[in-house]
């Protein structure tokens, strides 16, 4: 196993899998001097164990490997995550196998290769990766211990150890909750709240007070206090804990 380390610390990290040192040692400093980190696994066993001891940014990974192959250590790396993964192959077969299979493969090169294009490929991918993060802790919105995820579609609350809980809730629940949550402290009408939540419903407000005393006594029994407030008059906010 090789290794360099003279980027800066805060540069992403690349795990080379290839078990030819020639080639290996070519595309550690390729990726050196385009200012990343790389380390550099002989095997698909030595690169699992890298894998989860430095947890890279990115996985440059040969599909021709001793003993096992890219493919498996791919799956691997797969279920543990959403790490980008570029396959190099020298042959067409293993391409067929990663457009037939859809594996999860974010990228593959094919030797003999470019350097150069290999570190293009690198930095594309990274940028795509990155793109994706930003988009998930949009969907992620935070008020005090309240947590609700919008792409998995839950509420989740924070105990004093770290730990996230889930919240059960209903549908319209969730989309009331989202809905203020996304702008604590802002007063909602009933007449916004059932066009945004309800939009498939003819309910009325006193439809929307029960959906929301529902909503509030679950977040009290959760810890969170009256997170829920009633405006006079004019409807509901998310008021956030002290």
């Not at 998995?152 to 770290?162: F, I, K, R, T, Y």
């Not at 969730?174 to 996304?182: E, G, S, T, V």
Request: some cysteine.
């Amino acid at each position: 196993m090789s290794a360099t380390h003279d980027a800066s610390p805060s540069s992403q990290l690349v795990l080379v899998v290839e078990d030819e040192p020639a080639i290996a040692e070519i595309l550690l400093a390729y990726l050196k001097r385009d200012g990343l980190r790389a380390v550099h696994a002989l095997s698909g066993e030595e690169a699992l164990q890298m894998f989860a001891r430095i947890r890279p940014d990115l996985v440059l990974l040969d599909i021709q490997l001793p003993g096992m192959d890219g493919i498996d250590v791919l799956n691997s790396v797969r279920a543990a995550g959403e790490v980008p993964v570029i396959m190099v192959t020298a042959r067409a077969e293993d391409v067929d196998k990663l457009l037939s299979l859809r594996l999860g493969a974010d990228d593959y090169v094919v030797k003999p290769f470019s350097p150069a294009e290999v570190v293009a490929r690198v930095r594309a991918v990274l940028r795509r990766s990155a793109r994706r993060e930003e988009g998930a802790r949009k969907e992620l919105i935070r008020v005090g211990r309240l947590i609700v995820d919008m792409s998995a579609h839950c509420a989740l609350v924070e105990d004093e150890q770290g730990n996230q809980l889930p919240l059960p809730l209903t549908l319209t629940e969730f989309r009331l909750l989202a809905c203020m949550a996304r702008q604590p402290r802002q007063c909602f009408s009933r007449s916004h709240l059932i066009e945004t939540c309800l939009p498939e419903s003819d309910a009325m407000d006193r439809v929307i007070d029960s959906h929301l005393s529902k909503l509030r006594r679950k977040l009290q029994q959760a810890g969170l206090g009256d997170l829920i407030e009633t405006v006079r008059s004019i409807g509901y906010r998310l008021w956030p804990e002290a």
